[in-house]
């Protein structure tokens, strides 16, 4: 897949308010090329607002920019367009058609609506790549309501491929899978960061551990810590707020979040 793959993503004191709240308030976060990056924090931390607001779907203040071009302003499709791909914690997939429709729907590739409906031989090569990638090769002819949970997941992430999307926002990506599945998800985002920039909001404590290369914590609109998972979780600032002390021995974070 074409593309420029030496993109990151850059967030300078950004801003949220509703009615008067600051649900993101100036907030800071670089993400470089090829990171894993998750996003964690308690309820109303304002992780997933916060991707709102790359992705255009609500007002911010500030600046958010990726490959140097700013994203504040701009509107969802244009924002699209620059390269962004973003998952939601329920997959948006149309389930009466197959995998492979729902891949040749999300690549444009030029071809009338009945034609692009009608089974054949032969898949355009960008499709056949993300079938591959995802792992849903095997089910290309299968409706897209007939897959389990996970590749119901997998399915979005590939109908994010197909539009070469350089930088994917993940929104709670194993929600409901099964453990192999979650496995095969954590391998899956290891080799999309080789030529993506991936960021992952999670809740999952054991998946973040095992697959996330940096952590950023949030509380209260506000980046509380950032680091390793190692760092972040010795951090008796992280410690404090999921905990509500700072314990002297590591614990696990948990928690979850609705805004």
Known sequence: ?????????????LRVVFDGFAAVDGVD?????????????????????????????????????????ELLGRKVHHIARLGIGRTFQTATVFEELTVLQNLDIAAGTGRGPLTMLRRRSGVPPVVAEAMEAIGLTGERDKPAGALAHGRKQWLEI????????????????????SQDEREATG?????????????????????????????????????LSEGTVA????????????????????????GREGT
Do not use: W
């Open 29 to 69: 976060i670089d993400v470089p090329p090829g990171d894993v990056r998750f996003i964690i924090g308690p309820n109303g931390a304002g992780k997933t607002t916060l991707v709102d607001a790359v992705t255009g779907l609500v007002k911010a203040t500030g600046s958010a920019s990726f490959g140097g071009r």
């Open 187 to 223: 391998e899956l985002l290891g080799l999309l960061s080789r030529e993506r920039t991936v960021v992952v909001i999670e809740h999952d404590m054991d998946f973040l551990r095992r697959f996330a290369r940096t952590v950023t914590v949030m509380h209260a609109g506000r980046k």
């Open 158 to 177: 590939g109908m994010l491929l197909v539009q070469d999307a350089r930088l994917l926002l993940l929104d709670e990506p194993v929600a409901g899978m």
């Open 1 to 13: 897949m074409s593309g420029e793959s030496g993109a990151g993503l850059l967030i300078r004191d």
């Open 231 to 254: 760092e972040v979780q010795a951090d008796p600032k992280v410690q404090e707020v999921y905990l509500g002390h700072a314990p002297t021995a590591p614990d696990r974070p948990g």
